[in-house]
């Protein structure tokens, strides 16, 4: 499964930005798509997921209420709606995906078998 990651940028505190990645995998809608970031000196971080075969979403308390991760099947692409973005945002994001693991590992980086390159989120205050 390759991914596609792109949206990245330089942006103010307050903006917002959008997160795609996009896979060829024609079993996309079965596959749990994850976004996860990495700040410099800092583990890499659960962000949001959307379960396989479903519309269940999952946040990090961090960005939940801000954050909106959604899946288009039509163009198999997974979105990451980022707004109200905070300096403490910054950090490279990536996209993750897996079509075996179970519910309670969605926050899990180690259950992800495919990785995106990082894409680079900047936020200035």
């Known amino acids: 499964v390759q991914l596609q990651a792109s949206g990245g940028g330089l942006v103010q505190a307050g903006d917002s930005l959008r997160l795609s990645c996009t896979t060829s995998e024609p079993t996309f809608s079965r596959l749990t798509m994850a976004w996860f970031r990495q700040a410099p000196g800092k583990e890499r971080e659960f962000v949001s997921a959307v379960f396989r075969g479903s519309s269940s979403t999952h946040y990090a308390d961090s960005v939940k209420g801000r954050f909106t991760i959604s899946r288009d099947t039509a163009k198999n692409t997974v979105y990451l709606q980022m707004n109200s973005l905070k300096p403490d945002d910054t950090a490279v994001y990536y996209c993750?995906?897996?079509?075996?693991?179970?519910?309670?590992?969605?926050?899990?980086?180690?259950?992800?078998?495919?990785w995106g390159q990082g894409i680079l989120v900047t936020v200035s205050s």
């Open positions: 993750a995906s897996d079509g075996r693991m179970i519910l309670s590992s969605v926050r899990n980086p180690t259950a992800y078998n495919y």
